[in-house]
């Protein structure tokens, strides 16, 4: 079992696997990453490998303090450092011009590299005692829901990886947003764990496409994705009249409704909490075996946006 409690000496071991060029499975605040060297390709190649995830789908490089993200791209302004100073350690990635030193698998061919600090203490000592940046996708098969428990990754990629560092459940549990800056301006590239509203106090408007797929620079928006196996559909309003269906309800509903096969996200409508939830409920949910999930649609403001997103392109499947 490549569960492994994070003490000093499993993160060493990590470390070393990293160094040696493996692919290491660790939490974020986010979601469950697999992480390997950034700046070792044959490594960067073990993750695809590992995921199934297409080489036209670049990674988001992780780092672990301000100061590293220099090493990783060769732009700086001070936009720039002032959305690091406000959203960093934490779920905002922001996609850059790449350094030389980041090769091109890590990008998929692009001359810009995603890149964000993780807001989580194992996530930073692990990239710290490796000694180098982390280039680390969500540590599921590509397409399917997001880890957001140590679990999680066992369940799908315990033949993969060897070691899975257990940090407990991931505390936003939807992935990082992802701003795209150009000097055509901004651009949302993934809603995600910070509202956009909060970046624009910085940027000014932000640009937002709207199916989020057509972004040339942006190869790994692809409509459909985090998808669990049990076909999602989505509703304004539930009835619980579907007998093999299973339930993902926003909020606590009024009436009766059937407990066993309903995953609430958050009893009183809190769109934080309930995008913290939406991956460990779906992953729930998933294992009933019903004959679809009938997801309730929650408010798209805030992190509701993001929620939205990952319901949209789950019932895309
Ligand atoms: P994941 O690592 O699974 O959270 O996915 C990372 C996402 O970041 C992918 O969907 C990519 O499309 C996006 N991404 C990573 N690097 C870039 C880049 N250089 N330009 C645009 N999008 C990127
Ligand atoms: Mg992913």
Redesign the pocket.
Known sequence: MPIYAPTDENLERAAAGIKRGDIIAFPTETVY?LGADALNPAAVAKIFEAKRRPFF????VHIADKEQLQQVSSETNSKIIELTERFWPGPL?L?LQ?SHIIPYIV??G?D???CRMPDHKIAIELIERSGTPLA???ANPFGYL?PTKAEHVLDRLGDEVDIIIDGGECRVGI??T?L?ISDRGYAL??PGGIPVEAIEEITGKIMINRNMTD?P?????LPYHYSPETKIRIEDKIRFDEEEACFLLYRSPEGDYPKERAEILSENGDLTEAASNLFSSLHRLDKMNCSVIIAEAVPEKGPGIAIMDRLRKASKK
Do not use: H, N, Y
């Open positions: 990453g789908d670049p990674l988001i990635t996609v790449k990008t998929s692009l810009t590299v995603a680390a996708p969500s997001s992935e990082s992802i795209m590239l993934r972004i620079s942006s190869p790994g928006q």
